[in-house]
């Protein structure tokens, strides 16, 4: 993940399996609500780390 610069304190990810991040690309391709908008991909369980 490398060094994480100007951030002190508790940080947080959610990390997925490449496999289910294609499954979300190919998901949002067929969403029109989707078309133009940000949109974070992720499980829904936090991992969170001291730095």
Known sequence: MGHVHG???VLSRDF??????AAGFLALA???RALGESVNLGTGREIRYQV
């Open 16 to 21: 997925t399996y490449v496999t289910d991040t």
């Open 7 to 9: 951030a002190a304190g």
């Open 30 to 32: 067929d969403c029109d």
